[in-house]
């Protein structure tokens, strides 16, 4: 019984990191069609500025987690304003391509900056297990499901109350018409990227406390298996990302609980094949019509 | 009026292309044999073969096609890993070793059946990220089959070692021009014009009655063939087969240099394999920037030249020497005072009037 619990709590917890990565994958695509494949070597950035504030300017690990969020979010924008808006208006396969070429840049000029080893980053979050039911649970995991139920929320108010969200939501409608009602699109879409990136920036503090290191390659992997969740949660969809999230989390946990944590990996991939042929809209996504 | 007439007739042109082809084939089989060429030199030069039929493939998708599927490297690892397998069991035996391509192919194409067929139905971004899936998944089997079915296959993360070195120059190029040969005359057919259809426009060609699940799923089965028979050559080149080396860097490597090169354009497919494998041998020193300068020339032709340099370009042989034989014909009896296409029809007349 408590190693179900346990195992939940681990699933919830890397489901949690997942469903935040997710969000900004899922916001990207609703706004510009695009799969952003270089959000996942931003979380790997963000994990590069902790341990560089840490270590080498030796700062508190508060200011070095906002640094780390900061430097996510400008990387974000820099990233959309270089390489993705004067591909605005090309196919859809250039812009893709870019896409994997900026996450394929990011990760070897890490590789080149830093080396191919793994860094240690310090603990950026320390507290006392937390006794529940009888189980005692990491004070990281807790911190870790409370910090991003907390952003999904101020996510959710951000785009369903305020003008920005309004804004947002009207030009992943539908762009020209939203262009005519006033609506400034250049600055709409960054700012949509700024928030994806501040998420995937929370991502990697959060991830960094549970697996303490910064390599050049730990993004891909994440931001593939956040990719999956936002695809099983209907690309798109901002609860589906965060059902999805939760959902990977889960599932590989308990891959692992059964003893077949080598094939993690691989069902990650099965489940999204899996959606994909049967639903490839996802739970939540909606069905788009294609016009010639 | 483009001048769409051909001068030299159609035989011939085959011709002057198959004995260029074998000339060169000789050529260069002789200076590797005799030592002209050192060995070390001999192995990169087979190895460019092998990209160029990786990334002439992977065009049959991503240029002709319109798709972007991102798990080549896994058919490859699959053409790789069966040849392998074939040729330690044959314990290297040289009359084998195409048998074991063309079934290292066949395995691959059987894989590109099965994920083609749900895969297809998909469009743009979620075929790419199946096909990705897909690689990922072949990796991951890859390294751990052996422990689920309890004897020894593919040796995990170890890997393949010892495999015969039954790659050669001659057999590597000879694969190559196969190839180039059957994707170029299938490009040229009716069901190459269907391909190039799906390209243009899904939509419109389906509603001018074009099978466009058929013809998808041929496109990604023949690509999945060539990348199998280029990574049995791959296997029998390198000698060692790990999982690693079949990652989503690897497909992305083939995507560069299909990108590069311009997608749809097989003469650019070629070319960039060529420089593109060739270029880091030559400077060695830079190895560490390799990956860095090939995600910066992705991002920079994507911005400033999206179709690729060759763009959809085709280098003909032929075609050069034809315009060459009308201009040396217009300079010297028509000098400009008959309407262009006037020429064409000339040339024909005269052409005619030789054969009588």
């Known amino acids: ?292 | 009026m483009k001048n769409n007439e051909k001068i030299i007739p159609m035989p011939l042109r085959y011709l002057i292309n198959i004995v260029l082809f074998v000339v060169f084939l000789l050529v260069m089989n002789n200076l590797i044999v005799s030592g002209t060429i050192p060995k070390y030199y001999a192995g990169v030069i087979s190895f460019i073969g092998v990209n160029i039929i990786l990334a002439v493939s992977l065009n049959i998708a991503t240029g002709y096609l319109g798709q972007l599927p991102l798990g080549h490297a896994g058919f490859m690892a699959i053409g790789a890993y069966t040849s392998a397998l074939i040729m330690k069991a044959a314990s290297g035996s040289a009359t084998i070793f195409p048998f074991a391509l063309i079934a290292g192919g066949l395995i691959a194409a059987l894989f590109g059946l099965i994920i083609g067929i749900p895969a297809l139905r998909l469009k743009g971004d979620y075929l790419a990220i199946l096909t990705l899936g897909f690689g990922e998944i072949i990796r991951v089997i890859l390294l751990n089959i052996d422990n689920v079915l309890g004897f020894t296959l593919t040796n995990g993360a170890a890997g393949l070692q010892k495999i015969p070195k039954t790659t050669n120059f001659l057999i590597t190029f000879i694969m190559v021009g196969i190839t180039c040969y059957v994707i170029h005359t299938m490009m040229k057919s009716r069901h190459g014009r269907a391909i190039l259809s799906i390209r243009e426009n899904e939509i419109a060609s389906e509603s001018c009655g074009i099978n466009t699940t058929y013809y998808k799923t041929l496109g990604f089965v023949v690509s999945a063939f060539f990348a199998g028979i280029a990574g049995g050559l791959y296997a029998g080149n390198i000698g060692i087969l790990s999982p690693s080396a079949f990652n989503f860097m690897k497909s992305i490597e083939i995507l560069v240099m299909v990108v590069l090169g311009g997608m749809g354009s097989m003469f650019g497919s070629v070319l960039s394999a060529t420089v593109l494998t060739a270029l880091p041998e030559a400077l060695r020193r830079f190895e560490d920037y390799r990956m860095v300068v090939y995600s910066l020339v992705l991002v920079i032709v994507m911005i400033f030249k999206p179709s690729g340099l060759m763009g959809t370009y085709d280098f003909s042989l032929n075609g050069l020497l034809d315009k060459l034989i009308l201009k040396f014909r217009g300079n010297h009896t028509e000098k400009g005072a008959m309407p262009q296409e006037k020429k064409g029809e000339a040339a024909v007349r005269k052409k005619e009037g030789k054969l009588k």
């Open chain 1, 1 to 292: 019984m408590s190693l179900v619990i346990s195992q939940l709590i681990n699933g919830l917890q890397s489901g949690s990191i997942y469903a935040l990565v997710a969000l900004g994958y899922s916001m990207v695509y609703g706004i510009i069609m695009l799969l952003n494949f270089a959000h996942g070597d931003i979380i790997m950035v963000g994990a590069y500025v902790a341990w560089l504030a840490m270590v080498h300017l030796a700062l508190s690990p508060i200011l070095a987690i906002i640094l780390a969020i900061i430097a996510c979010t400008l990387l974000g924008v820099i990233i959309e304003k270089v390489a993705y808006t004067p591909l605005r208006s090309s196919p859809r396969l250039s812009l893709l391509i870019t896409a994997i070429g900026i996450s394929f840049l990011l990760e070897n000029l890490a590789q080149l900056i830093f080396k191919a080893d793994a860094k240690r980053v310090p603990p950026l979050i320390t507290g006392p297990s937390i006794n529940i039911a009888g189980q005692y649970v990491d004070f990281t995991a807790i911190i870790t499901i409370v910090v991003s139920v907390i952003s999904m929320i101020l996510l959710t108010f951000l785009v369903r109350k305020t003008k920005m969200g309004k804004a947002m939501r009207a030009v992943s409608e539908d762009m020209v018409t939203a262009q005519l009602m006033g609506i400034n699109l250049n600055s709409t879409i960054s700012f949509t990227f700024a928030v994806g990136s501040a998420l995937a920036g929370i991502g990697s503090i959060l991830y960094c406390c549970t697996y303490p290191q910064a390599s050049p390659t730990m993004g891909s992997m994440l931001g593939l298996k956040a990719f999956v969740a936002a695809v099983l949660g209907g690309i798109g969809s901002l609860p589906g990302a965060m059902i999805g999230g939760f959902c990977i989390g889960l599932a590989e946990a308990f891959v692992s609980a059964v003893g077949l944590s080598v094939w993690k990996d691989g069902v990650v991939f099965a489940i999204l094949i899996i959606v994909l042929i049967f639903k490839p809209t996802g739970i939540l996504g909606k069905v788009i019509n294609e016009k010639v």
